[in-house]
Every structure is written in structure tokens, then in C-alpha cells.
């Protein structure tokens, strides 16, 4: 669903991402003072900007057509469709970190991270993704614990 | 001016030379060889990942640490171009056009080889011109006033923007992005916080290193994780292979040189970038060549023009980065953003404020591609092992080390989240085909953009006129609009199609 949404016409949604963001990034400037050109304020440039990005963003969508027959070989490797599960390896495996150092310490977080994000690659075992991440948890303490003090606690309960 | 710059070079020697600098130096080519050489591993997440590193360090050590990552990336991208076709810095993927079936002839050696030296004939003449450039351009730079240095900022952001592949409009749409993350934080001449989302973690902006990562790693794994297949190769290169004779390096020197000088000219250009002056270099040595269609069946002559064409920009791309604070491509921008971390602020001062810093990293390019060109040779080796690590075990182990970068930023555990917000976003614009790194260089460039056109326009009583009756400026603001012009008309009639059809 997402992939025939995303291939359908790219300059449309990309068009319309610019448009809404510049128009947020403009109403959000208007809110501080705006001053006179002679003498800005700090909501000049940033609606300046905004306004702009809109503009431009309009143009995108409005000649969707001209672009959309071409696309060009740095983008080739970029396929529309998103992958469900590298993502959810990836930021889940990220969250992980996050409270698990909170929550644990430094041992779990990096072997949840690890893990989970490896676990994101459909061509790696169980077993593939559990030595990697004891392996890091080992660069983790080796290197970033012990050498380079870094701060945080190798457990900790809350 | 040239004793000047001889007297100062002889100083940047002395303190390249220091053996803790030197320690960095070797540390920062050999990781940046290492890392630049496994497949996925661009210079920019080479640097990115690396950043984090530099904080505790004196801003000498550092910057000839990310100095020696950058060149020792560029390098090891070389060499998983030529051996596996496997182009994981852009600029390499025309060294690949050559390269890869000399490999497959049995000759991947003897090409790598020969890139090598040709990166190394091509940086030291970039060096060259960039000691004896930058004094000149210094002193020039001092006569820009707020107006001017806005049109070249100006200039430089249309010029980064709309010169790479795509869609010119994404491009500026990319830049004006990044000017907006730019603006994120506390305003420097009225202290309100702006843009912060009612969060008190972005009252110091979005910092360099969460948008780095975020954008070149996070989201580079976010979309090539279950895509990208390696083929397994069997390539083996042993240190005899590299060494080329007599014969090939005659053959190659003039290739070399009108690669080097090509490099040169359009290092002189901001914005171009290494991509489209490698392929340059790459097209004129083809264009010359009395049997041009060898090329792209192992012309040898194709992958060190191209070497060097690209070696020679980088180094050149410097002397604009340092002597006027205007990153020349999102590479440079980030060697900028570190400098700014560390307190520096690049611009015609620098020469004579931090004379150590600008000689020594001046010296310490010379120093780390000798270093480079002799830990190739011995090593390669174990690069060649290295290709083989696979991308499925490569990219969970630097999800580590991105998250305890981010985190030794400030010890804050948010910045992690920060890192994934922007690593989706960015994702999504590269399937919507936005380009990146334009974002980057506007996010550099952003507070120096606004600082400068406020001063600009209140020196001038908020007559917007002021861009168009200074000299310098109105030179400036007239090549930005014709450069507009002339890539628009070009990508509507699609005259650019026909370059991206040879490009890989």
C-alpha cells in the first residue's frame, strides 16, 4: 500500500512535505517579533525562510510531471518501499538503548541495541545476532567503560 | 606573500611533527582507511560516526584527526571501487567504471596501485596551491563586508544544491531545510529561543553530530538494511600486485596530470563537488583518448584521471573552507561544524589567529598521505579481508557506536531519539529522491546566513539594495542567479539526462 502510494507520483508528496513544513516553519516565525528589515527581529528570517520552502515546495508539486519520468542514478538505490522489519530492528533496538541504561545499565542497553537492530536483517541468525552483541557488550565496556571512562554505570537499578 | 607562507609552513611542519599529533594523525588515516574500506561505509558516516571522539581533544589533535579520516576514507573507498565495483563514497563510482573489469582481468592491483598514486601526485599539488592560494584569497577576504559575504554564502548554497544529480528545486528545498534546522535554538541577537518545540534539549539547536548521524548513518541503515546484497568476491591483491612498473606509471603520468589540473580548476568552484569533477576528469581523459572505447572495459587511464581529478578538488576545497568559513561540499561543512565545536571559527582570521592550527593542518595532510601511501601498500591485505565483512554484522555494531556518540555529546540519552527522528525523516526524503546533503550544508551555514544578512541590511537601513551595489556582492548575486537559471533550463529540457546515462 505504502510502496504503490510512494511510487505513484514522488514530487507530489515531496512537493507537499516542503509546503507543510514551510508553511509550520513561517505561521511558528510570526510568532516571535518581526521587526523591520533595517532592524530584525528574531521572527524575520525564519518565516523569510519558511515562506520560501513553501514556495519552492509549491513549484515541486505544481511540475510533478517534468521530474517524475527521470529518476536519476544517485537515488536508484533507494527503493520506495520501506522495510518493515529493518526499522523496527533499528529504532526498537534504539529505544532499547534508551531504557535500558536508564533501567539496567550499560551491559543490557548495548546488548539490547545490538541484538535487536541485528535481528532487523533477515539473513541473520539468532545465534549471529547474540555473539554480536556479546562482542560489543565487550568493546562497550573494554573501550568505552574502562578506557575512555565513559558515563555510565555498567548496571544500575533505576 | 610566498616567504610568508613558506615561513608558516615550516611552522605547521614543526607542529604536525609533534608526536602526539602524529599519533592522531596515524589513528585518524588508519580508522578512516579501515572504515572507508568496508562496502556501505561512506566518508560522510566515516566522519560522522567518528565525530563524537574529538570532543575531549585539543582542537589541533582533532581537526588533524578528522583531517587524516577524511583522506584515509577516501582511500579506502577506493579500494572496495576497484576490487568489488562497490562505490561507497560517490565519487568513486567512476573509478569503478575502469576498475572493476581490471579486476576482473586479473589487474586489480596494479590499478589500485595506480589510483593510489595518483590520489597522492594529486593531493600534494592541491596542497601546493592551497599554501600559496590562501594567503591571496585571505586578503581579499578581508575586504568583505556583511553584503558580500552573504552573496557568497549565497552562491555557495545555490552552487552545493542545485549541481548535484536530481531535481535542482529539491536541491535549494534541501538547503532551505537545513537553514531551518539552523535556526532551532537561541537566537544570538535577541536570547529567545526559537523553533525548540517546547522542549528544553533544543535550546542549544540541533547539534551537528545528532544531524550527521542521523541523516548518514541512521537513515543510510534505515534503507539499506535487507537491500543491499554483496556479492561474495574472491579478490586477492598481494603487495607485489600493487606495485606497477615503469611502463604503467609512464603511461598513466599525463592522465594524472590533466586529472590533477581538471580537479584543481573545479576545486576553485564551490558547490561542484568530487562526484561531477571525477567524472569530468573521467569524460575529457575519454574524450582525448585515441581508443576511446577501451574505456569501461579496464582503461587504466579513466580510473587515475578520475583519482586524481577528485583527490585534487578535495584538497583544494579547503582553502575556501578555512579561509572564508564557506564549506565548499557537506564533507568540508562537517570539518567546519567540528572546528565550530572546538571553539574556532574559520574565516581570514584563522591564518593569523591560529596560525598553528592552519599550518599544521596544512603540514599534516603532507605527513598522513605519505602515511597513507605507506600503509597501503603493506596492508592491503588485510583490507581485502575487510571487504569481507558482511553489511547484515557491519551495521548493528555501528548502531553502537552511533548511539554512545550521540550520548557522549553531552551525556544525555535524548539525543539518541533526536538521532532516530532525524534518521526517519531523512530516510523518507531520500525515497521522496531529495538530496541530503544540501540539508547539511545549510544547517552549517544557516546561523552564519542570517547573522550576516541582518548586519547586511542594517548597516544599510534596510535597503535590500545593499546586495546589489557593493561590487563584490553584485558579482556574487549575478553568478547565483545565472547558475539558477542555467541548471533549471537544463534539468526542464533535459540535457542532464544525457550525463546521468554514463554515470553509474
Known amino acids: 500500500m505504502m510502496r504503490s502510494l510512494f511510487s505513484f507520483n514522488k514530487d507530489y508528496y515531496g512537493g507537499a512535505i516542503m509546503i507543510l513544513i514551510g508553511l509550520a516553519a513561517a505561521r511558528q516565525g510570526m510568532q516571535y517579533e518581526m521587526g523591520t528589515l533595517g532592524h530584525m527581529g528574531p521572527g524575520f528570517y525564519p518565516t523569510a525562510v519558511g515562506a520560501l520552502l513553501a514556495a519552492i515546495g509549491l513549484v515541486i508539486a505544481l511540475t510533478a510531471r517534468l521530474g517524475s519520468g527521470r529518476p536519476t542514478a544517485g537515488e536508484a538505490g533507494a527503493h520506495p518501499a520501506f522495510d518493515r522489519r529493518a526499522w523496527s530492528g533499528i529504532i526498537g533496538g534504539s529505544l532499547a538503548f534508551m531504557v535500558l541504561n536508564k533501567y539496567g545499565g550499560l551491559v543490557p542497553g548495548t546488548f539490547a541495541l545490538v541484538f535487536i537492530s541485528a535481528l532487523g536483517d533477515r539473513e541473520n541468525t539468532l545465534l549471529q545476532a547474540l555473539w554480536l552483541a556479546v562482542g560489543m557488550v565487550a568493546i562497550a565496556v573494554v573501550a568505552f567503560w574502562w578506557a575512555l571512562q565513559l558515563q555510565l554505570r555498567l548496571f544500575s537499578w533505576g | 606573500?610566498?616567504?610568508?607562507?613558506?615561513?608558516?609552513?615550516?611552522?605547521?611542519?614543526?607542529?604536525?611533527?609533534?608526536?602526539?599529533?602524529?599519533?592522531?594523525?596515524?589513528?585518524?588515516?588508519?580508522?578512516?582507511?579501515?572504515?572507508?574500506?568496508?562496502?556501505?561505509?561512506?566518508?560522510?558516516?566515516?566522519?560522522?560516526?567518528?565525530?563524537?571522539?574529538?570532543?575531549g581533544m585539543q582542537p589541533v589533535p582533532a581537526?588533524?584527526?578528522?583531517?587524516?579520516?577524511?583522506?584515509?576514507?577516501?582511500?579506502?573507498?577506493?579500494?572496495?571501487?576497484?576490487?568489488?565495483?562497490?562505490?561507497?563514497?560517490?565519487?568513486?563510482?567512476?573509478?569503478?567504471?575502469?576498475?572493476?573489469?581490471?579486476?576482473?582481468?586479473?589487474?586489480?592491483?596494479?590499478?589500485?596501485?595506480?589510483?593510489?598514486?595518483?590520489?597522492?601526485?594529486?593531493?600534494?599539488?592541491?596542497?601546493?596551491?592551497?599554501?600559496?592560494?590562501?594567503?591571496?584569497?585571505?586578503?581579499i577576504a578581508f575586504k568583505f563586508g556583511p553584503a558580500d559575504i552573504f552573496s557568497v554564502m549565497l552562491l555557495g548554497l545555490l552552487a552545493g544544491s542545485t549541481m548535484a544529480r536530481g531535481s535542482p528545486l529539491k536541491g535549494v528545498a534541501a538547503?532551505?531545510?537545513?537553514?531551518?534546522?539552523?535556526?532551532?535554538?537561541?537566537?544570538?541577537?535577541?536570547?529567545?529561543?526559537?523553533?525548540?518545540?517546547?522542549?528544553?534539549?533544543?535550546?542549544?539547536?540541533?547539534?551537528?553530530?545528532?544531524?550527521?548521524?542521523?541523516?548518514?548513518?541512521?537513515?543510510?541503515?534505515?534503507?539499506?538494511?535487507?537491500?543491499?546484497?554483496?556479492?561474495?568476491?574472491?579478490?586477492?591483491?598481494?603487495?607485489?600486485?600493487?606495485?606497477?612498473?615503469?611502463?604503467?606509471?609512464?603511461?598513466?603520468?599525463?592522465?594524472?596530470?590533466?586529472?590533477?589540473?581538471?580537479?584543481?580548476?573545479?576545486?576553485?568552484?564551490?558547490?561542484t563537488g568530487p562526484t561531477i569533477t571525477s567524472f569530468i576528469g573521467y569524460a575529457f581523459e575519454r574524450k582525448i583518448s585515441k581508443t576511446p572505447e577501451r574505456f569501461g572495459h579496464g582503461a587504466i587511464e579513466g580510473v587515475v584521471a578520475s583519482e586524481a581529478a577528485s583527490h585534487a578538488k578535495a584538497q583544494v576545497d579547503f582553502i575556501p573552507t578555512m579561509c572564508l568559513g564557506i564549506p565548499g561540499d557537506p564533507i568540508m561543512a562537517l570539518i567546519l561544524g567540528a572546528l565550530m565545536i572546538q571553539g574556532i571559527t574559520p574565516g581570514p582570521q584563522l591564518i593569523t589567529e591560529h596560525p598553528d592550527l592552519f599550518w599544521g593542518l596544512i603540514a599534516s595532510f603532507w605527513v598522513g598521505n605519505a602515511l597513507l601511501l605507506l600503509l597501503n601498500i603493506p596492508m592491503i591485505g588485510i583490507w581485502v579481508k575487510v571487504l569481507r565483512v558482511p553489511y547484515r554484522?557491519?551495521?548493528?555494531?555501528?548502531?553502537?557506536?552511533?548511539?554512545?556518540?550521540?550520548?557522549?555529546?553531552?551525556?544525555?540519552?535524548?539525543?539518541?531519539?533526536?538521532?532516530?527522528?532525524?534518521?526517519?525523516?531523512?530516510?523518507?526524503?531520500?525515497?521522496?529522491?531529495?538530496?541530503?546533503?544540501?540539508?547539511?550544508?545549510?544547517?552549517?551555514?544557516?546561523?552564519?546566513?542570517?547573522?550576516?544578512?541582518?548586519?547586511?541590511?542594517?548597516?544599510?537601513?534596510?535597503?535590500?539594495?545593499?546586495?546589489?551595489?557593493?561590487?563584490i556582492s553584485t558579482v556574487f548575486v549575478a553568478v547565483s542567479a545565472l547558475l539558477l537559471v542555467v541548471q533549471t533550463v537544463s534539468y526542464v529540457r533535459g540535457t542532464r539526462s544525457k550525463l546521468g546515462v554514463s554515470m553509474p
Open chain 2, 1 to 55: 606573500m610566498i616567504e610568508q607562507s613558506l615561513a608558516g609552513l615550516m611552522q605547521g611542519f614543526g607542529v604536525a611533527l609533534v608526536p602526539n599529533h602524529l599519533m592522531w594523525s596515524l589513528f585518524g588515516v588508519l580508522v578512516g582507511n579501515l572504515v572507508g574500506v568496508i562496502p556501505g561505509m561512506g566518508t560522510m558516516s566515516t566522519i560522522s560516526v567518528l565525530l563524537p571522539l574529538t570532543f
Open chain 2, 63 to 139: 581537526i588533524l584527526m578528522l583531517a587524516g579520516v577524511f583522506y584515509g576514507s577516501t582511500y579506502g573507498g577506493a579500494i572496495s571501487a576497484i576490487l568489488l565495483n562497490l562505490p561507497s563514497h560517490a565519487p568513486h563510482a567512476v573509478a569503478c567504471l575502469d576498475g572493476y573489469p581490471l579486476t576482473k582481468q586479473g589487474k586489480g592491483g596494479k590499478a589500485l596501485g595506480l589510483a593510489m598514486f595518483a590520489s597522492f601526485f594529486a593531493t600534494i599539488f592541491g596542497i601546493l596551491v592551497m599554501i600559496f592560494a590562501s594567503p591571496l584569497l585571505v586578503a
Open chain 2, 175 to 271: 538547503v532551505l531545510l537545513g537553514l531551518l534546522c539552523g535556526v532551532v535554538g537561541t537566537d544570538v541577537n535577541s536570547g529567545i529561543v526559537r523553533f525548540s518545540l517546547g522542549t528544553s534539549e533544543l535550546w542549544e539547536g540541533v547539534s551537528l553530530i545528532s544531524l550527521a548521524l542521523g541523516m548518514f548513518a541512521v537513515g543510510d541503515f534505515l534503507l539499506n538494511v535487507n537491500r543491499t546484497t554483496y556479492v561474495a568476491h574472491s579478490a586477492a591483491v598481494s603487495v607485489r600486485d600493487m606495485l606497477p612498473n615503469w611502463g604503467d606509471i609512464k603511461k598513466s603520468l599525463s592522465p594524472i596530470l590533466r586529472g590533477t589540473i581538471i580537479g584543481t580548476l573545479f576545486g576553485a568552484m564551490p558547490g
Open chain 2, 393 to 471: 554484522y557491519l551495521f548493528p555494531a555501528a548502531m553502537f557506536f552511533v548511539a554512545i556518540g550521540v550520548y557522549s555529546h553531552d551525556n544525555n540519552l535524548y539525543h539518541i531519539a533526536e538521532v532516530l527522528v532525524i534518521g526517519a525523516i531523512s530516510a523518507i526524503l531520500v525515497a521522496l529522491q531529495f538530496p541530503l546533503a544540501p540539508i547539511l550544508l545549510g544547517f552549517v551555514l544557516g546561523p552564519m546566513v542570517e547573522e550576516n544578512f541582518r548586519r547586511a541590511l542594517t548597516l544599510s537601513n534596510g535597503d535590500l539594495a545593499t546586495f546589489v551595489e557593493r561590487p
